[in-house]
């Protein structure tokens, strides 16, 4: 069974440029969430989906920052325009059901450097 | 405000010892916690967890132990075994309306054969 998949691997841009990463949950989930992973703040939850609604957004750091989940099963986080402090790497994770209790199925990650 | 805390960064245990991961949290509304093991260039996968009503859950080499008074749980793994190396995060969740996972800053385990 195919796992969350994301895309790019590995990006790397100039400051100023969008960026847009990207992330296909496992079929049949219908939470999805964006988590973000530095050295200084460790895994952070940015924004989560339910049933490709946004739940909650308080994660996310700045207006440069936005996610959609235009269906169930593909979702976008996009940062324009990104700067420095935006490299880290962007996880993608999804999980089924209301009753869940925190187990999250992760992607590979997408790093980010932005120059 | 570091809601679960993981206060060693890293940890060297020799293969076939036991492996003990710490975690303190400060939110009394976790209603589960969990561990995640991390490999490098891969994204976090589940490996155990732990009700908040419990004491402690087993599954084969892993066990966790809960003490809510203390605010604490702890990862053991026994036997440790080369493969276990990795980053350990421990997280707590809360199915209330946040239905959030926060996560620990992560300790790396080094088991040396």
């Known amino acids: 069974d195919a796992g969350v998949i994301q895309s790019p691997r590995h990006e790397v841009t100039e400051m100023g440029q969008e960026v847009t990463l990207r992330c296909k949950p496992i079929s049949g989930h219908d939470y999805l969430f964006w988590y973000r992973q530095t050295m200084m703040r460790g895994l952070e939850l940015l924004i989560y989906f339910n049933n490709n609604v946004p739940i909650d957004d308080s994660g996310m750091p700045e207006d440069r920052f936005s996610a959609k989940m235009p269906n169930a099963s593909f979702s976008t986080l996009k940062i324009q325009p990104s700067e420095p402090r935006d490299s880290a790497v962007y996880f993608c994770?999804?999980?089924?059901?209301?009753?869940?209790?925190?187990?999250?199925?992760f992607g590979e990650g997408s790093r980010l450097t932005v120059l | 405000d570091q809601q679960v805390k993981q206060n060693s960064p890293s940890l060297s245990v020799q293969e076939g010892r036991i492996s003990i991961l710490n975690c303190d949290y400060t939110?009394?509304?976790?209603?589960?916690f969990l561990w995640y093991k991390k490999y490098p260039a891969e994204g976090p996968t589940f490996l155990i967890s732990?009700?908040?009503?419990?004491d402690k859950n087993e599954d084969g080499r892993f066990t966790v132990f809960l003490n809510k008074s203390a605010k604490h749980l702890s990862l053991h793994i026994v036997p440790s075994q080369p493969g276990d190396s990795a980053v350990y995060f421990c997280?707590?969740?809360?199915?209330?309306?946040?239905?959030?996972?926060?996560f620990g800053s992560g300790t790396q385990l080094t088991v040396l054969p």
């Open positions: 939110n009394s509304m976790f209603d589960y």
């Open positions: 994770a999804s999980t089924k059901g209301q009753g869940h209790t925190g187990e999250l199925f």
């Open positions: 732990i009700s908040s009503i419990k």
């Open positions: 997280s707590g969740f809360s199915s209330g309306s946040a239905r959030q996972l926060t």
